[in-house]
């Protein structure tokens, strides 16, 4: 009689679990200082200044400081946002490229089985 093993986890399942929660992590990190950093300083640039305030602002004032906030940020939050995308998606086809193998052993596990089963059917 054939001894049945269970399969042996391959490096992929040990794997995408680091890189699905680093993809969460970064699209997280990427929106809590899209929410926190840019909403404070778009309120401080447009609500409480007015057009033309804005428009003869000084070379240095803080009102240039709040618009390049406003400007750079973004810029990089995108590519990060991106990365944080990717991070996941790696994550999940990682995982995915482990089911053939688990496939495979549950193909040898009924070639073994199915032999016995068919000899003594349940009643």
């Given at each position: 009689?054939?001894?049945?093993?269970?399969?042996?986890?391959?490096?992929?399942?040990?794997?995408?679990?680091?890189?699905?929660?680093?993809?969460?992590?970064?699209?997280?990190?990427?929106?809590?200082?899209?929410?926190?950093?840019?909403?404070?300083?778009?309120?401080?640039?447009?609500?409480?200044?007015?057009?033309?305030?804005?428009?003869?602002?000084?070379?240095?004032?803080?009102?240039?400081?709040?618009?390049?906030?406003?400007?750079?940020?973004?810029?990089?939050?995108?590519?990060?946002?991106?990365?944080?995308?990717?991070?996941?998606?790696?994550?999940?086809?990682?995982?995915?490229?482990?089911?053939?193998?688990?496939?495979?052993?549950?193909?040898?596990?009924?070639?073994?089985c199915f032999p016995q089963i068919v000899q003594n059917p349940a009643d």
């Amino acid at each position: 009689m054939a001894t049945l093993q269970g399969p042996s986890k391959s490096w992929q399942l040990k794997v995408y679990p680091i890189f699905t929660l680093l993809g969460w992590v970064l699209i997280g990190l990427s929106l809590s200082i899209g929410i926190f950093v840019l909403t404070s300083t778009a309120i401080d640039y447009w609500g409480g200044n007015a057009k033309a305030a804005r428009d003869t602002a000084e070379v240095g004032s803080a009102l240039l400081g709040q618009l390049n906030t406003l400007t750079v940020i973004p810029r990089w939050l995108t590519p990060l946002t991106f990365l944080g995308t990717a991070s996941f998606m790696v994550g999940i086809a990682l995982e995915f490229s482990a089911i053939p193998n688990i496939l495979k052993n549950r193909g040898q596990v009924m070639s073994i089985c199915f032999p016995q089963i068919v000899q003594n059917p349940a009643d």
